[in-house]
């Protein structure tokens, strides 16, 4: 790799490879394997690794160094008890101002992602739908609903990485239209319904009971009672 590459192509790349499971979760994110792979100083390994650590998709801990982030069941939960807040106030805020502009860009956008859905390209697609949550806290013009909505996506994105088949890891058909059409009409309430709709769709195809157990249960791999089943009747 002898091309230049900026600290958002260094993001990117390892930005995907966690979200395309090329990097699981809890792998070390070792900074001076990193510089090396990627050419670049450890400076800027550690840049970009802290922008991933705000995002919340990579953990640093400290003295240990950084790694992949594995959600647990109360993040799933907590993701979206913010999600939904935010993003029904985007999508009333957009049905209430109804900027031209904006849903010109918003309907370019979902013709992009009908192309990646046609052409079956899943990585695209889902890159695309988490994008398009991401586009609709843009048009509102306010910085920190698109800030804040980026982290969340991106978390949801590792979330998804992990918990969902590949053929769920993008937003269900025609729900991304349904809602761009309410805000397009200014139905306010309509918008703001499909919008919550949405995202319990996109959340009820996680299953993190199904992942690998992020906590070691020793009792249970060693066949050792717990003092929760000595109190049952032994078989
Ligand atoms: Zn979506």
Redesign the pocket.
């Given at each position: 790799m002898n091309t230049k590459l900026t600290n958002q192509d260094i993001y990117d790349r390892i930005y995907a490879a966690i979200s395309e499971r090329r990097l699981l979760p809890g792998t070390k994110l070792s900074e001076e394997k990193l510089a090396m792979a990627f050419h670049a100083s450890r400076t800027r390994m550690r840049e970009v690794l802290l922008r991933l650590s705000q995002e919340l998709i990579v953990e640093i801990h400290p003295n240990r160094g950084a790694f992949v982030a594995t959600p647990k069941q109360e993040d799933v939960s907590q993701v979206f008890a913010v999600r939904r807040a935010l993003e029904r106030a985007i999508a009333a805020e957009l049905s209430e101002s109804r900027p031209g502009s904006a849903i010109a860009a918003l309907r370019k956008h979902l013709e992009l992602e009908a192309a990646a859905r046609s052409a079956n390209d899943h990585v695209m697609l889902a890159r695309l739908?988490?994008e398009?949550?991401v586009l609709l806290a843009e048009t509102t013009g306010n910085r920190l609903y698109t800030e804040n909505l980026r982290r969340l996506v991106a978390l949801t994105g590792l979330i998804i990485a992990q918990y969902s088949d590949d053929s769920n890891s993008?937003?269900?058909e025609d729900?991304?239209s349904h809602?761009v059409q309410a805000i397009e009409a200014g139905e306010t309430a309509k918008a703001e319904h499909l919008m919550l709709e949405?995202?319990a769709h996109?959340q009820s195809g996680i299953h993190p009971a199904a992942a690998v157990a992020d906590e070691v249960d020793f009792t249970q791999i060693f066949g050792l009672q717990s003092d929760s089943a000595s109190r049952r009747d032994n078989a």
């Open positions: 739908t988490g398009f949550h993008a937003c269900p729900e991304h809602i949405h995202l996109v």
